[in-house]
Every structure is written in structure tokens, then in C-alpha cells.
């Protein structure tokens, strides 16, 4: 007699996948809805929706920054200016709070000793370059007499040229009317002569660097105690130390330099016989701020100066030549040796920084190039540099497509 089983507990149904190849509940309950599928395909919409709005947005503020910049440069110039001179002061500034000098106090002897060195500076370049250059129409025989020998090499192109020139001179033009402009006989006469927009954004970059430096000891610790972790503040932290050490090192370092490179030049054109050498040192001080381009500007003008004053071609050529002996020798051998790798930029960097920011803010804007390039370096470098090509090509809409275009051909394939 076959034996009856008392199990009468009925066989489960199949085990049914919730989930398919993108993490993602399957469309069709066990009642036929299709709730959970639904809303994750509508909240992958609307998470891809803002992403590609906060994308959009991005380019368009990237695109719009520059001219926004430059339409506003008599208020952002002084302003960037004043800050990265004030970035520049603040370990005088620690220097004297630390002596138990009021932090108002210190703020004021900062800024007044940075106008008083940028006084003496000015007034050794501005004035005797007005001054010599104010002589040039009146040197242009011996600057063509010391080139007659280069030029004989090109006389069929100079024949052509001229040929060029006289018929263009025979076409009658109108005479504009010219006056002759004193030169300035010292800073504050130049000052004096100069547009009132300048006075203005002058007056508001020296404000504004006092108000940075008075009041830099509270908002840093107000900055660094208003983040509500630990781990927050100390970043804070490290960043704001970070940007003032580079700037400062940077700045001062190559101050330092520049000066030692243009005393070296001025001492070697005092030699030669080469009027205003301090002036020609400091243009080289001056010019040297900004790499590649400034050297090359600088070589130049003392070719032109060299011209003026010298009869003899090669002499006339030797403050260039030796201007820029000196600056290979501090560009390849000083400069690495001081500065080290911790302020190494890549080289590609520095010209698009000079690029952009010249063509924003012209020749100033080129001077604060590299600082600028500094702080952004330093602030992307503790906030983490955004991955694009991630953003676009990983987690984006693209590879999800083409996922879901590699299932439809192929549905057994598990992508």
C-alpha cells in the first residue's frame, strides 16, 4: 500500500529577477504594476535633466566670465590688483601682529611702504625713459647710419617699399594739427596730468588693500570657525596658508631676483657707457614679471636705446646681448635653484595665462598672470579638479544610451 503524504502546502512559484542589468527594478509586479520602474526611469530623467542644465550653465559662465572682466575692467582691475598686492604683504602684516602692533597700524605701514618703494621705483624708470625717449625723433639718422649695413642687405625689398610709400604719399592728405607735450618732471606731476579715472581706481586699489589687510586677522578666523566640522575648518585652513605662503614666496622671490638681475644689467651698462642705467634696470625689473614675452620687450627696448646712443652697431648691440646673457643664466640657473620644484608651473599654463589675462586687462593684466595662475592652482588643487570627461562619458547620458541601444540588439547580453 503506497503511503499518502500529509504535505498539502502548495509548490512555490519560479523565483522572478527584481532587478535587471542597470541595478534598476524590473517593469511588472507580481500584480502586474509597473510602480518601481516607473519612478527610477523618472528620476534617471530628471537627474539627467539637471545635469545637463548645470553643464549648460557652466559654459555659459566660463564663455561669459572674460567680457564680463574686461566691460568691467575699471572696477575688477584695481580690485584683483590691490588683492594680490594684499596677498603679497600679509606675512609683514603677521610679521608686525605679532610684535603686538594694532592691526590698523600695520595695515597702514604695509601700504605705505609698498607706495613708497613703488614711488622710488616708478620715478627711477617713468622719468628719464620719458625724458630719453622724448630724443628719438632726433636720433633717427644715427639709428639708420648704425643699420645701413643690414638694411644694404635687403635693398630690393626697401626699393619696393619705398616705391610703395611714394605713391601712397602722393595722394593729398589733410595735415591733423600736433602740439608738442612737456614731459613729466617727476611722479606726482605725472599723476597730476593723468586721467581722473586713474586717480579714482588708484584711490580705491590703496583702499582697498588696507581694508584686506585691517581686517585680514578676523576674517580669516571668522572663515575658519564658521565651517561647521572639524575637517572642514582644517581644510579652510590650509587653504588660505597655502595661498598666502605661494603668493608671498612667489612675489617675493622673484622680486628679490628681478632687482639682483637688474642691478647686475645696470651695472653693466654704467660700464659700457650706456645712459640712465638705473633706468634700464629698472625696465628690465619691470618687464621680467612676465615670463617669455617680457625678457623679449625688454631685449628690444635696450636694442632701440643701444641704437640712440652708440655709433658703432656692435657696441650699439651689446646692451641687448648683454641683457639677455644674464637673463639665461637667471632664467636656467638662479631662478630653479631658488625657487625649487615647489613652485614649478607647467609652462604651457603660464602662456595662457599671460594670453588670457593680457587680453583682458592689457599689460597690468600680464603682470598679475602668474600670481592669478597661482591662487587658482592652489584653491582647484585643495577643492579637487572637476572630471569633464567623466561627467560627459561615464556617468553621463552618452554611455547610458549606448547601453541601452547594445541591449536592444542583443538582449541576452548582460551589459
Known amino acids: 500500500m503506497t503511503p499518502v503524504s500529509d504535505d498539502t502546502t502548495p509548490p512555490l512559484p519560479p523565483a522572478v ?3 535587471g542589468a542597470f541595478g534598476l527594478p524590473l517593469a511588472g509586479g507580481p500584480d502586474g504594476r509597473d510602480d518601481g520602474g516607473e519612478d527610477a526611469r523618472i528620476a534617471q530623467r ?14 555659459g ?77 632726433t636720433r633717427i639718422d644715427r639709428i639708420q647710419s648704425n643699420l645701413a649695413p643690414l638694411l644694404d642687405l635687403y635693398s630690393s625689398l626697401e626699393k619696393y617699399v619705398n616705391r610703395t610709400l611714394r605713391q601712397i604719399a602722393s595722394t593729398p592728405i589733410k595735415p591733423a594739427p600736433t602740439a608738442g607735450v612737456a614731459p613729466p618732471s617727476s611722479i606726482l606731476e605725472l599723476a597730476a596730468t593723468s586721467a581722473p ?40 585652513a590650509r587653504v588660505i596658508q597655502d595661498v598666502v605662503d605661494d603668493v608671498s614666496s612667489y612675489l617675493g622671490t622673484i622680486t628679490a631676483i628681478n632687482i639682483a638681475l637688474g642691478l647686475c644689467i ?11 642705467p638705473l633706468m634700464w634696470g629698472g625696465i628690465v625689473v619691470l618687464l621680467n614679471y612676465v615670463p617669455y614675452f617680457g625678457p623679449v620687450v625688454a631685449a628690444l627696448l635696450l636694442a632701440v636705446g643701444g641704437l640712440m646712443t652708440f655709433s658703432d652697431i656692435w657696441v650699439a648691440l651689446a646692451p641687448p646681448a648683454i641683457m639677455y646673457g644674464l637673463h639665461l643664466i637667471e632664467a636656467n640657473v638662479v631662478t630653479p635653484l631658488i625657487v625649487g620644484h615647489r613652485l614649478t608651473i607647467n609652462p604651457i599654463m603660464i602662456l595662457i595665462s599671460i594670453s588670457f589675462w593680457g587680453w583682458v586687462w592689457g599689460t597690468t593684466g600680464a603682470l598679475l598672470a602668474v600670481p592669478l595662475l597661482i591662487i587658482l592652482q592652489t584653491v582647484i588643487g585643495a577643492a579637487g579638479k572637476p572630471d569633464i570627461a567623466g561627467f560627459l562619458f561615464e556617468h553621463g547620458t552618452l554611455t547610458q544610451q549606448r547601453k541601452r541601444r547594445g541591449r536592444e540588439i542583443d538582449p541576452s547580453v548582460d551589459v
Open 61 to 137: 559662465l566660463a564663455l561669459a566670465t572674460p567680457f564680463a572682466l574686461k566691460a568691467g575692467a575699471e572696477f575688477f582691475l584695481p580690485t584683483t590688483t590691490a588683492l594680490v598686492i594684499a596677498i603679497a604683504l600679509i606675512p609683514l602684516l603677521e610679521w608686525l601682529e605679532r610684535r603686538r602692533v594694532p592691526s590698523p597700524l600695520a595695515a597702514l605701514f604695509c601700504v605705505l611702504m609698498f607706495l613708497i618703494v613703488a614711488n622710488i621705483a616708478l620715478a627711477a624708470i617713468v622719468v628719464p625713459a620719458t625724458e630719453f625717449f622724448r630724443l628719438l625723433p
Open 46 to 59: 530628471r537627474d539627467r535633466l539637471l545635469a545637463a542644465l548645470t553643464l549648460i550653465s557652466g559654459i
Open 197 to 236: 579715472a586713474v586717480l579714482i581706481q588708484l584711490f580705491f586699489g590703496i583702499l582697498t588693500a588696507y581694508f584686506f589687510l585691517a581686517g585680514w586677522t578676523r576674517m580669516r578666523k571668522r572663515t575658519i570657525t564658521s565651517r561647521t566640522s572639524f575637517g572642514g575648518a582644517m581644510a579652510t
Open 266 to 276: 645696470a651695472g653693466a651698462l654704467y660700464a659700457l657707457g650706456m645712459p640712465f
Open 17 to 19: 529577477p527584481t532587478s
